[in-house]
């Protein structure tokens, strides 16, 4: 997706992505800004796929793997300088415990950089989302079409900054808003 193209390589410092999943995001850092990247995520069988796809980028070696959920990052606290959190909060079961967790981990100058779907602003869209998403999360490993992204950020005590949006053109809409951009601490 270009939203991971948009914000990975803004990524800099003590990085911490959330949910990693098969590494999808890995080939976007750049490693010139990066100093350390913590690549957090529950399943043992992605964290295999995400270490054969760093192994097939050559960056095996630069990157910590941390099998464990959100609720609970294994970090010290004020820790990191840039989070990475991209199409996971629709899925994470408890996203208020994973924002506490990650504003404990994040340093009072980090900075998070997002890109997830969620809650469309339009009403018809919104409506239907409502209505699909109860057959939606079992089919989409548990994923919720009306997170409001915003408002989650919001109520862990971030602000966005510089945030953008849109439908994507192949997605239907009903899971095809998406909103990109980064979320600082207020």
């Not at 504003?103 to 997830?116: A, H, M, T, W, Y």
């Not at 994507?168 to 899971?175: E, K, N, V, Y």
């Amino acid at each position: 997706m270009k939203q991971r193209e948009k914000i990975v390589p803004l990524a800099e410092g003590q990085v911490l992505e959330v949910g990693c999943g098969a590494g999808t995001n890995f080939r976007y850092y750049d490693a010139s800004k990066v100093e350390h990247l913590y690549a957090l995520e529950p399943s043992e069988a992605m964290v295999k796929k995400a270490r054969r796809e760093a192994g097939a980028l050559g960056i095996g070696n630069h990157i910590e793997f941390l099998q464990a959920g959100a609720e609970a990052i294994p970090l010290e606290d004020d820790s990191i300088d840039t989070v990475v959190i991209t199409f996971v909060l629709c899925t994470i079961p408890d996203w208020e415990a994973s924002l506490r967790e990650v504003r404990r981990v994040l340093k009072p100058d980090g900075k998070i950089l997002f890109s997830e779907h969620g809650l469309a602003p339009d009403e018809g869209v919104a409506k239907w989302q409502r209505r699909v998403e109860p057959v939606w999360k079992p089919l989409g490993g548990g994923c919720h079409l009306t997170r409001d992204t915003e408002a989650m950020f919001a109520s862990a005590g971030f602000r966005l900054d510089g945030t953008e949006t849109m439908y994507l053109p192949s997605t239907p809409r009903i899971a095809g808003y998406v909103s990109w951009g980064a979320a600082v601490p207020v």
